[in-house]
């Protein structure tokens, strides 16, 4: 499996700010996603991140507030822009198995915005 | 439309004793995927199986089994004499074979020393 790591791994931001989380995996993968995990619930996924191209957008989700970037095979960035309270949750990226159908994740960064 | 139902919200159990975590879904597709994951309290989700609708062959992994029963639609996961580092919430997810995920609710485990 792939070994996933994001920076920062928390952080405490004030309303109206944005934060920038990255994602470096240690091989090279076609596939990277972006998901959230607000307090106490499950997995949602925001976006994929495909290198070369626009990232593809989940229902709810829309790149002006999730600008995301994958300028390389092994990398990709999440910005959550305009932060309310309620982006308050855990961010994770992942990476598709060799498999291609089980994914492996990051440890994720835990983001309060206060 | 697919779904999975993961009914158990919390369970507490003492070192040592068995626990089932049951995870139900629904699908209509004739090929999907199931999978397990843990997220220790540390918030990394971490990979514990995959099944294949085509493979109802139970599995087993150490303290870790798994049930996959199509007739029921439930793929159900136990963990054998228990230990306090099987803590986390458990997350039980479907997929038709892209990346798209359903994940269930989630179970949290507590096992007390």
């Not at chain 2, 919430?89 to 997929?95: D, H, T």
Request: hydrophobic share 30%.
């Amino acid at each position: 499996s792939a070994v996933i790591s994001q920076k920062p791994s928390r952080d405490i931001c004030q309303r109206g700010t944005s934060l920038t989380i990255q994602c470096q995996v240690d091989s090279q993968v076609t596939m990277m996603f972006w998901y959230r995990q607000q307090p106490g619930q499950s997995l949602t996924l925001i976006a994929t991140a495909n290198q070369g191209s626009e990232a593809t957008y989940e229902s709810g989700f829309v790149i002006d507030k999730f600008p995301i970037s994958r300028p390389n095979l092994t990398f990709s960035t999440l910005t959550v822009s305009n932060m309310s309270p309620e982006d308050s949750s855990i961010y994770l990226c992942s990476v598709l198995g060799s498999s291609s159908y089980e994914q492996y994740f990051g440890p994720g960064t835990r983001l309060t915005v206060t | 439309a697919q779904k999975v139902t993961q009914a158990q919200t919390e369970i507490s159990v003492v070192e040592k004793e068995d626990v089932t975590l049951d995870c139900v879904y629904e699908t209509r597709d004739t090929t999907y995927y199931l999978f397990w994951y843990k997220q220790p309290p540390s918030g990394e989700l971490v990979f514990l199986i995959r099944r294949n609708s085509f493979d109802e062959q139970n599995e087993i992994s150490g303290r870790y089994s798994w049930n996959f029963q199509k007739s029921t639609s439930s793929f159900n996961f136990t963990i054998t004499a228990s230990q306090v580092v099987d803590s986390a919430v458990y997350f039980c997810a479907l997929s038709r074979g892209t990346y798209k995920y359903i994940f269930g609710t989630g179970t949290r485990l507590k096992v007390l020393a």
